[in-house]
């Protein structure tokens, strides 16, 4: 288990990582299960991982979609994942209320693409010293992240990752520009690529979003070409059971062949690429 901020700050920013794992918590079994095989998958490929799921999805489609058990429980099971599989744990928040709390039980918080804007969320996370993801909104260029990460360092963020994942393209539809990647690498911080958010149809399925699962390892792979350095994929075992977001999510037994192929084209970027970020101002 990484013992310290500082340890997990050098990891990630070290190489390659991972974050993954379900949308949100359906049951603790579940989360153990998939948290334990993918700290396997990484041990084995001598990369940093680290959990996430989501407590409460407060912007589901429908009211009528499930949500998480909430915060209380949800906050127990996330701290029972890095207590006993050893591994980092990301989760996302909401309000400026949430933060001291949930950044008890979690290393990493995460600000939702929809409230990536949200100038006192942002400080208030910043002031947990937690590692940050700040998630590029499906609203915004990516150059319109500098001042987001502006809001973050002035408010004494210094272990901030910036995450790209997808922009609004029409009705139902997110494309990933590949050029964000080198644009958000310019802001001198990691750059994750959500490759499962990414190949979401958000309200495709009316009620609920849809999604094309079949696409999420192709453009992971051509983010780890484009020069990003980590990935974030929501995944699950039986992804047409899932309570939240199946049509996006990669089925759990493919995540082993996933992340060997992005490792493999990542060590490649890494020998002829510029490993080069320059800070903002």
Known sequence: MFETQRDLWRRLEGGFFLIAGPCVIESEALCLKIAERLRKVCEGYDIPYVFKASFDKANRTSAQSFRGPGLTEGLRILSRIRDQIGVPVLTDIHTEEQTARVAEAVDVLQIPAFLCRQTDLIAAAVRTGR??????????????????????????????????????????????????????????????FDATHSVQLP??????????????????????????????????????????????????????????ECLAIKKAWNRHGSKKRRKIA
């Not at 260029?141 to 393209?169: C, I, N, S, Y």
């Not at 495709?204 to 079949?214: F, H, K």
């Open 131 to 192: 590692v940050i993801n700040l998630k590029k909104g499906q609203f915004l260029a990516p150059q319109d992240m500098a001042e987001v990460v502006r809001k973050a360092t002035a408010a004494g963020g210094k272990r901030l990752l910036l995450t790209e994942r997808g922009t609004t393209f029409g009705y139902h539809n997110l494309v990933t520009d590949m050029r964000a990647f080198p644009i958000l690498g310019r802001l001198g911080f990691p750059v994750v």
């Open 203 to 260: 309200g495709g399925g009316g009620s609920r979003s849809g999604g094309q699962r079949e696409f999420a390892p192709l453009l992971a792979r051509c983010a780890m070409a484009a020069g990003a350095d980590g990935l974030f994929v929501e995944t699950h075992p039986h992804p047409d059971r899932a309570l939240s977001d199946g049509p996006n999510m990669i089925p759990l037994a493919q995540m082993d062949r996933v992340v060997a």
